[in-house]
């Protein structure tokens, strides 16, 4: 390891040549001389700030994260000269305007309390921690391993990912917060706080068992399944999926063709599943069945007669998204999930929760987009002056900037009435609004997906270097639109909701 000494600006600029350059990047000094044949940019670049600052130049096309990667070739520091730079650490939150939500930028709010806060930071810090693993898992396409998901599971942040319950009492989350106070702002910070990796495949390979498929078991299994299961799936030991979706049909769940058909001490089961989530890894399947009087929910475990085959999608394969077939599947009777030919209740059941996290997802994931494009606008010049000088580019940031306040400002309304109401209160008040607030918050990403594509130019095409989260962005945006109900779906049922509330005796 270097011994970090202090510099004159004089001192660097005599290192100028070839073989000995050094280059001042705000109040750092770097030694070039070995890395200027591997730099990536070529060694031109560099040649030409040789024993000077390069600080402008550098910021314009690096992100900052390049110079904790390369941080053995920082030789030391300027003597008596102030950072004017600073250098991001995990966990910190963001200063820059808009880049977090209002009441963690130190506006008032009636929804937050002290535990939120302490969720939030903790949370932020473990998400930074394990960014660059979740990153390279996501890029690679990998199963997300077995060491990554009990880290998770360390923190109880599987669980986390079920939403508020019992699951979670007993248990201390991150910034000491006991599983009896997590509420639906807890769960919020969660999906939000995971958005922000830039790993929307793996986050998905997670989401998929915990959020959208366990809960079936968990309200709806007999007490022996639980108990057998529940411990397995939360320690990250086991992995499950849902599976409700068809070829022949995704949106028109009551039209699904896979069938089960009872026999001595349980179903004989055949049939195919398209796009399940987990389902390259998982070992369980809650999964959708036509039976002899309607639509029934089963457990069943891999087994042979299980096959599953990968899906290739726009995100990552660490999604697991499958195609599963059942052929000739027994399924004993002590894994029917809730009542014999009234799955329907248990398909539904969670759709709610499914889709505040679908929302809570691309709101996140919009305000990254802001900050991205907010830092890049002032650092980046273009015809000799920064673009933020650019009205045009001024007014696509307040675009974006509007489009992410009213989402979060509505999400956090959503969250609030889910805290105050019981399930039934829920189902029948909120699936609207929710539905609505979903089609609103992936037609907002929408455009600030397009809008930041436009800022970055070139660099939103390209997966690495400045634009790597818009180019992610842009990729892989659409998926919030369609899972857990399409766009059309969902503003059709928000308003055909609103429509049964309608007063018959209302004119205009
Ligand atoms: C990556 C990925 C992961 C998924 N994960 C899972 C999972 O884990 N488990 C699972 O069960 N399913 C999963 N799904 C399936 C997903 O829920 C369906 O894709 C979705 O419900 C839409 O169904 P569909 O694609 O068959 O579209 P279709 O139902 O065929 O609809 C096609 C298009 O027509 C529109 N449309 C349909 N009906 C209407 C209407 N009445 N009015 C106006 N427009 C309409 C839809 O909005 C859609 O855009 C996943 C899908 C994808 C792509
Ligand atoms: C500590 C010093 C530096 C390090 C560690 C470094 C590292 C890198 C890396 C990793 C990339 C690839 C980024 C990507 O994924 O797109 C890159 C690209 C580049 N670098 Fe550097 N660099 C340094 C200094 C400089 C300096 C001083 C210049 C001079 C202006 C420069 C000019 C470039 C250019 C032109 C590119 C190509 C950018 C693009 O394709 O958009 N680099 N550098």
Not at 47 to 61: I, R
Not at 322 to 340: K, R
Not at 352 to 368: D, G, K, Y
Request: hydrophobic share 40%; proline share 4%.
């Amino acid at each position: 390891m270097v011994e970090l000494k202090t510099y004159t600006r004089e001192e660097v600029s005599r290192h100028a040549a070839e073989e000995d350059i050094w280059i001042i990047i705000d109040t750092d000094v770097y030694n070039m001389s070995v890395f200027i044949d591997m730099h990536p940019g070529g060694a031109f670049p560099i040649l030409e700030y040789a024993g000077k600052d390069a600080t402008e130049a550098f910021y314009g096309l690096h992100r900052q994260e390049v110079l904790l990667k390369y941080k053995r070739y920082k030789i030391g520091t300027l003597a008596d000269e102030t950072p004017q730079i600073k250098i991001r650490q995990h966990g910190d939150n963001s200063t820059v305007p808009y880049a977090e939500m209002s009441a963690f930028m130190g506006y008032k709010s009636p929804y937050y309390n002290d535990s939120h806060f302490r969720y939030q930071a903790a949370l932020r810090k473990i998400c930074d921690e394990l960014k660059a693993e979740a990153q390279e898992c996501d890029s690679a396409g990998d199963r997300p391993s077995d060491e990554f998901v009990k880290k998770l599971a360390a923190h109880h942040l599987l669980a986390a990912h079920v939403g508020p319950g019992p699951w979670l009492h007993g248990l201390m989350l991150p910034g000491n917060v006991p599983g009896t106070e997590f509420d639906y702002f807890h769960d919020m910070i969660t999906h939000q706080e995971f958005a922000r990796w830039g790993a929307p495949g793996l986050v998905a390979g997670i989401t998929g068992g915990m959020t959208i498929s366990l809960p079936t078991v968990l309200n709806y299994g007999k007490p022996e399944l639980k108990a057998e299961l529940v411990p397995l799936l939360l320690s990250g030991e086991k992995r499950m999926s849902l599976a409700i979706t068809e070829p022949y049909t995704g949106s028109d769940v009551a039209s699904i063709r896979t069938v089960a058909k009872k026999v001595e001490g349980g179903y004989v089961v055949n049939g195919v599943k398209k796009w399940i989530t987990t389902g390259r890894f998982a070992h369980y399947f809650a999964t959708a069945v036509r039976t002899e009087k309607g639509i029934s929910m089963l457990l069943i475990e891999r087994q042979e007669g299980v096959e599953t085959k990968p899906i290739k999608t726009s995100y990552s394969q660490s999604a697991g998204t499958a195609y599963v077939t059942f052929e000739n599947v027994f399924v004993p009777d002590a894994n029917l999930l809730g009542i014999e030919h009234q799955g329907f209740r248990v398909v539904l059941s969670n759709f709610n929760h499914e889709r505040f996290m679908l929302i809570a997802q691309p709101v996140a994931v919009s305000r990254n987009a802001v900050e991205e494009c907010f830092k890049w606008a002032m650092q980046r010049k273009v015809f000799g002056k920064p673009l933020i000088d650019q009205p045009v580019i001024r007014n696509k940031l307040a675009k974006m900037i509007a489009g992410v306040e009213s989402c979060q400002t509505w999400t956090e309304n959503i969250a609030y009435q889910m805290n105050h109401m019981k399930y039934a209160e829920q189902a029948d008040k909120l699936a609207g609004p929710i539905a609505l607030l979903k089609f609103h918050a992936t037609r907002m990403m929408h455009d600030v997906s397009d809008e930041a594509c436009q800022i970055f130019g070139g660099r939103a095409l390209t997966k690495t270097g400045m634009g790597k989260y818009i180019e992610d962005l842009q990729r892989t945006y659409k998926f919030n639109a369609i899972l857990g109900g399409s766009e059309e779906i969902m503003a059709d049922l928000g308003v055909r909701q609103a429509m049964k509330k309608f007063p018959a005796d209302a004119r205009l």
